[in-house]
């Protein structure tokens, strides 16, 4: 088994794998000013990858925002993924043609998105299926709706794509416990060398933040990622008796996920949460006139980079009594991480500097070191190939001193397992 690294090994984003030159594991996108794509792949077109079959783990963009250019021209390979995968990566693909649609920077049309639905081939957990001769298992990820790790077997060797993990349970999901056998594990390290406060505790400080914030008189905005961050936030409000505003694509993505309950940990609490809050129309300057109030809400981008957060962040950021707060990862060199690097951000093309209370929550959907290394204890006689990531090669190392077979593939790489 021959498996080459087309994108995510080293860095966060651009997933894609692909297996003896025939199967693909993830096609995604790197976000960024200007996307970058998996090797074989430019802005616009140029497509040199041609799978025979298409197996995608879970519908985040950097790991599905490529695949309807798979579809390009003649190509139709089958693409297999659960339910909530198959629902969000058309979702996520409408919304990357919107952005950049007219530029050079996407690269597929309206015509390969529809071409998904004459593709696409849905399956459950635990359900073995073949996929371009090779036999192909979905094990629950415990990451976000729908996410699973990818178990592939030629007859000889049996391959695990753990792809975005987490062993401990959300209010929105259960963390991972099945440990399928296998010889080689290619194991995600997004945060191989942090490890989580508590997030029960992380919980009581964030409840008790909002519920301040609006009792002396302040506004907070909650910028949120879309597809599974909002929910798990509409979860906690809910919890802990706080209402709350939800804008964004979020809304779309929570009655996404309400029509498929058995991806979900509790369906109830997520209608509960639901009718918790009040989804924002945007029509008329409602958001101007709910930026006013004394409340909390939860909108996309989570990065700050667009979205309704563009108009909120702009109507609280001058009183020191409102309170922005931050709820996932900040990349580098995104308005979200200048916020809280500096205290100040470009939010609509304009630098605002922000008199706005600033904070951060780690509601990570990922495995932290602890996770990571319990997850892989399970596997100590496997080769680990390290991946999605930005120290893939000094986690590789610390496996290696810790007795493992282990190593971190390079960008285009070929490994022979």
Known sequence: ??????????????????????????????????????????????????????????????HVGAVPSLLSGDRRPPIHWTPPTAELTRLLARDTLKLHGGSYDCPFTE????RLSEVSVRHGYRETFEAAGYEVTFYPAGHIPGSAHVLVSDGDTRLLYTADFHTDDQRLLSGTTDRPDADVVICESTYSDVLHDDRREIERRFAESLRTTVWEGGTVVVPAFAIGRTQEVMLVCEAHDIDCYVDGMGKRVTNLFRNYPDYVRDPEALRRAKSNARFVTGRDGQRKRIADQNTVIVTTSGMLSGGPAMTYIPEIRGRPTNKITMTGYQVE?????????????????????????????????????????????????????????????????????????????????????
Do not use: K, W
Not at 25 to 30: N, Q, S
């Open 333 to 417: 060199g995104t308005p979200g991480r200048d916020l809280l690097d500096t205290g100040s951000a470009e939010i609509d093309g304009r630098r605002m500097p922000v008199s706005a209370q600033v904070e951060s929550y780690d509601f990570s959907a990922h495995a932290d070191r602890e996770g990571l290394l319990a997850f892989l204890d399970s596997y100590r006689e496997s080769e680990v190939l390290v991946n999605h990531g930005d120290r893939c090669g000094a986690f590789a190392e610390e496996l290696r001193a810790d007795g493992y077979e282990a190593s971190a593939p390079e960008f285009g790489e070929t490994v022979e397992v």
């Open 1 to 62: 088994m021959e498996i080459q690294f087309l994108g995510g090994a080293g860095e966060v984003g651009r997933s894609a794998i692909a297996v003896d030159d025939s199967l693909l594991l993830d096609f995604g996108l790197l976000t960024g000013t200007r996307p970058q794509f998996p090797a074989g792949l430019s802005g616009g077109g140029g497509i040199g990858v041609d799978p025979d079959a298409v197996v995608v783990s879970h519908g985040h963009l950097d």
């Open 111 to 114: 015509e390969e998105i529809r």
